[in-house]
């Protein structure tokens, strides 16, 4: 059975970085696909940022140029570095993860597919001027 745990969420200013990160327990952590999703209040969860086993990566256009998706085999943990933030950042970080499946498919459907392996229960991240 797979679990994530996220962390490395906390509240910056704009124009700050954070990094999360994604602790994955489970079996064969290489051959996941790892994404990254957010929630704001009162919104529809969105795909963020996706990696998937071969280390192709995919990423929202709100977000391209700003974050970096990446993942450590060896340490079973997959980052979300995310630079230049904005307010509109501002959201739960959840990550997911699944087997087979294309980091673009996972950034743009993942958010409302239920064949998705685990979901973290999330790390806030917080945004002020």
């Known amino acids: 059975q797979v679990q994530l745990v996220e962390s490395g969420g906390g509240s910056v200013q704009v124009g700050g970085s954070l990094r999360l990160s994604c602790a994955f327990s489970g079996p064969s952590y290489s051959s996941y696909s790892m994404g990254w999703f957010r929630q704001a209040p009162g919104k529809q969860r969105e795909g963020v940022a996706a990696i998937d086993s071969a280390g192709t990566t995919s990423y929202a256009d709100s977000v391209k140029g700003r974050f970096t998706i990446s993942r450590d085999n060896a340490k079973n943990t997959a980052y979300l570095q995310m630079n230049s933030l904005k307010r509109e950042d501002t959201a739960m970080y959840y990550c997911?993860?699944?087997?087979?499946?294309?980091?673009?498919?996972?950034?743009?459907?993942?958010?409302?597919?239920?064949?998705?392996?685990?979901w973290g229960k999330g790390t806030l991240v917080t945004i002020s001027s």
């Open positions: 997911a993860a699944g087997e087979g499946i294309e980091a673009w498919w996972l950034v743009v459907h993942g958010w409302n597919y239920d064949g998705l392996d685990s």
